[in-house]
Every structure is written in C-alpha cells, then in structure tokens.
C-alpha cells in the first residue's frame, strides 16, 4: 500500500492530461457509421466548436455526412484521422449507373485539403458537336447529336475540344483501374468510389496544437483562428498551463521514482513466545 501512494500524484497527473486534451473537442457522433472529431466539427456547433475553418460537416440519421466543397455538397464515406485522410463521394452517382458531374472539384491554394496520390484524374467532355470519330462516346449520354467523352487526364486526344464541346470538367477518382473501367462504359463504377483527400494544418495552427491547445474558428466569416484550452484561455496561456502539467507530471514521476528506489521497509521482528 505504501508502494502504491507514491504512484499516486504521478497517476493523478498523467490522467489530468489525458483529460484535459479529451474534453476540449469531444467527437460528434451522426448515427451513420461518421464519427465527427477534430479538426472537423459539425456544423450546428456554430461558435461553441474547435475545428479548422471549412471544416464543418453536416448530418442526421436520414441523410448522408456532407461536406460542402468548391460550390457544392459531397457525402463523406470515411475519415481516417490517423493518415489525415478524407474519402469523398459524388452526390450524383447515388442513384445512376450513367451520372453526369456538372461541376469540377477545385481546390483552392489555400486550402487545408489536397489530393491524395491514390487518385486518377478523368476529364469529361459534354455534348460536343464534332469529336474525332475514332474514339467511342459515352453512349448513355447521347443527346440527339451531341456526344461526351471521358478520358483519364494527360491521355486525351488532340483536338480543339473548348469549339466544340459545350463544357469540360475534370473530376478525381480512387479507381484503380481506371482505364479498363472507362473501356467497358463503366463510367457509373468509375466515379462509386469517389476520392480521397488529405488534410493539413497551417502555421498557426501548428503552434496552438503544440502548445496543448486546439484551434477553432472565431469570425461569424469562417475565417480567423482563435487558439482555446479546456478552459477557454488563449494560446499564450494555454502553452503556459499545458506546459506547467507536462513538467508537474515529470517531476513526479522522478521525484517518485527515486523515492521508491530509496526506500527500504523495516520489519519489527515478532518476539518468540
């Protein structure tokens, strides 16, 4: 029991620390197999979360997680929070062996989320007038004269496609395949499995984090980073507290460790009646 006690203070400190960076940012849970945890937020938190900004998910029971990304709404498949990994589907492919995207996904410089090598680039050309007839269409796309066209980026044909197609959108894809899907018309198959992002943190962000805290959006615009602890101080005190409980604890320890290491028990030896 003795033994016991001087682990007691280093015990109590190692436990404070686990629950000092666990209750800052709970994790939201959608009921739909997405767990929300940081740096993302569900997005009725408002201004009572910590997350990166853009980050905000939304979810229910009934509807997919979506996040909203270049103008428009993609579900979230999955989020992998130990390789920083977002997998992301197409709306549109939903309900359709035949999808059309109307849209390209771009990501801004800026942006906290980039491509990950696993993915394919396909490029789409809708409804074009005149296409070179060596090539096959996406037949299910047909309209009247017009023709589309899907190839995997840097394997397109030469031609003048911006005369005579009416758009052009470039989408990523996680097919591994790509080009023996995209041979059989497949085009549905291509886009199921969606894409897959990577996410990182600026600067900034860095150093809140490494000073125990956690970053969260603090403008009513989504924009400005605001630093918090578990009591809401900024990151200036947050380093201090989360710093003073890291050295706390490793005196601790040592201070213990050595104590147990001294200590010699003396047993009163027991008369003989």
Same mark, same amino acid.
């Given at each position: 029991?003795?033994?016991?006690?001087?682990?007691?203070?280093?015990?109590?400190?190692?436990? =404070?620390?686990?629950?000092?960076?666990?209750?800052?940012?709970?994790?939201?849970?959608?009921?739909?197999?997405?767990?929300?945890?940081?740096?993302?937020?569900?997005?009725?938190? /408002?201004?009572?979360?910590?997350?990166?900004?853009?980050?905000?998910?939304?979810?229910?029971?009934?509807?997919?997680?979506?996040?909203?990304?270049?103008?428009?709404?993609?579900?979230?498949?999955?989020?992998?929070?130990?390789?920083?990994?977002?997998? =992301?589907?197409?709306?549109?492919?939903?309900?359709?062996?035949?999808?059309?995207?109307?849209?390209?996904?771009?990501?801004?410089?800026?942006?906290?989320?980039?491509?990950?090598?696993?993915?394919?680039?396909?490029?789409?050309?809708?409804?074009?007038?005149?296409?070179?007839?060596?090539?096959?269409?996406?037949?299910?796309?047909?309209?009247?004269?017009?023709?589309?066209?899907?190839? /995997?980026?840097?394997?397109?044909?030469?031609?003048?496609?911006?005369?005579?197609?009416?758009?052009?959108?470039?989408?990523?894809?996680?097919?591994?395949?790509?080009?023996?899907? =995209?041979? +059989?018309?497949?085009?549905?198959?291509?886009?199921?499995?969606?894409? %897959?992002?990577?996410?990182?943190?600026?600067?900034?962000?860095?150093?809140?984090?490494?000073?125990?805290?956690?970053?969260?959006?603090?403008? +009513?615009?989504?924009?400005?980073?605001?630093?918090?602890?578990?009591?809401?101080?900024?990151?200036? %005190?947050?380093?201090?507290?989360?710093?003073?409980?890291?050295?706390?604890?490793? =005196?601790?320890?040592?201070?213990?460790?050595?104590?147990?290491?001294?200590?010699?028990?003396?047993?009163?030896?027991?008369?003989?009646?």
């Amino acid at each position: 029991m003795a033994s016991m006690a001087h682990y007691l203070p280093s015990l109590f400190f190692i436990n =404070l620390l686990f629950t000092y960076i666990n209750a800052t940012c709970p994790p939201f849970d959608c009921g739909n197999g997405v767990t929300i945890g940081y740096p993302f937020w569900h997005q009725s938190q /408002m201004f009572q979360h910590c997350g990166y900004p853009g980050f905000n998910l939304s979810c229910n029971n009934k509807n997919p997680t979506t996040l909203y990304l270049s103008n428009t709404f993609y579900s979230v498949k999955a989020i992998n929070y130990s390789d920083h990994t977002l997998t =992301l589907n197409y709306l549109e492919v939903k309900d359709t062996n035949c999808p059309r995207i109307p849209h390209d996904v771009n990501l801004s410089t800026s942006s906290l989320l980039n491509y990950t090598l696993g993915n394919t680039m396909l490029r789409f050309f809708y409804n074009c007038t005149l296409y070179p007839p060596s090539h096959p269409p996406i037949t299910c796309l047909d309209y009247g004269a017009k023709r589309s066209f899907v190839f /995997m980026v840097g394997a397109e044909p030469e031609f003048d496609w911006h005369a005579y197609c009416e758009s052009i959108i470039t989408v990523p894809v996680i097919a591994k395949e790509a080009d023996g899907v =995209l041979a +059989r018309g497949l085009i549905g198959e291509a886009l199921r499995d969606g894409f %897959k992002l990577t996410w990182k943190s600026d600067g900034a962000c860095e150093s809140c984090e490494a000073s125990g805290g956690f970053c969260r959006v603090s403008s +009513r615009q989504h924009q400005n980073f605001s630093c918090i602890c578990n009591d809401g101080q900024d990151s200036i %005190k947050c380093a201090v507290i989360f710093g003073s409980l890291i050295v706390a604890a490793t =005196l601790f320890y040592f201070i213990n460790k050595k104590k147990v290491a001294v200590y010699k028990p003396v047993f009163d030896r027991i008369p003989s009646s």
